[in-house]
């Protein structure tokens, strides 16, 4: 069974722009969660999908959203880039979405903002 | 604030031994606790959960458990160089939902 993919791999803007990850999880996963992973603050959860719709949010600005198809894969979205954005962007899916499902990690997104 | 809390480490150990790993949660409502190992430059890689208290084993590895103590434990036996790596401790957030909290994470160095 292929695993959860991230694309791409590595992205570098500028401060101002804006940027689209995609992620799509492992087949029969329907909840996608995004996590923010930095030196500092180390894996942040930045949001949860499950069919379609948000359940989760952590404490982010309104700068970054997403959304989650029908077919489960789901993207996020960081507008007006700053520098402080740069970061490692995780995805991650589970099978159903409950509190006991085990969660299962892509590759990950490199966003460097310069 | 719902917090995890790990020592950074690094936490060096000779190859065979046993390498214990400690975590601490805030929030009496977790209900699920997960171990990922992290190699550096990788994504995170679940080797273990648990739910229930008491130990739980897996291989190598043993999950352990005290909800009362609000502290979970991570431990390797005959740890080999290549489980070096970066150990994070997950919690659910104790939502409904999948949201994790994690731990700083721990280093683990093993020697040969």
């Known amino acids: 069974k292929a695993g959860v993919t991230q694309t791409p791999r590595y992205l570098i803007k500028t401060r101002g722009q804006q940027v689209t990850l995609s992620c799509s999880p492992i087949?029969?996963?329907?909840?996608v969660s995004w996590y923010q992973q930095t030196p500092g603050q180390g894996l942040q959860f930045l949001f949860e999908?499950?069919?379609?719709?948000?359940?989760n949010k952590g404490n982010f600005p309104g700068r970054f959203s997403g959304r989650q198809f029908s077919n489960s894969r789901s993207e996020m979205n960081v507008s007006t880039l700053e520098l402080g954005d740069s970061a490692l962007y995780l995805c991650?899916?589970?099978?159903?979405?409950?509190?006991?499902?085990?969660?299962?990690f892509g590759p990950g997104t490199r966003l460097t903002v310069l | 604030q719902k917090e995890v809390e790990q020592n950074s480490g690094p936490l060096s150990v000779p190859e065979g031994a046993i390498a214990s790993l400690n975590c601490t949660y805030s929030d009496r409502g977790s209900q699920s606790f997960f171990w990922y190992r992290q190699y550096s430059g990788k994504s995170p890689e679940l080797i273990m959960f648990?739910?229930?208290?008491g130990d739980k084993e897996d291989g190598r590895f043993t999950a352990q458990l005290n909800k009362a103590s609000q502290y979970v434990s991570l431990l390797i036996r005959d740890s080999q160089p290549s489980d070096s790596a970066t150990y994070l401790c997950?919690?659910?957030?104790?939502?409904?939902?999948?949201?994790?909290?994690f731990g700083k994470g721990t280093t683990l160095s093993v020697s040969s």
């Open positions: 997950a919690v659910n957030g104790g939502q409904a939902g999948t949201a994790l909290i």
């Open positions: 991650a899916s589970s099978l159903v979405g409950t509190n006991y499902n085990e969660q299962f």
């Open positions: 087949s029969g996963h329907r909840s």
């Open positions: 999908y499950f069919s379609e719709t948000q359940r």
């Open positions: 648990i739910y229930s208290n």
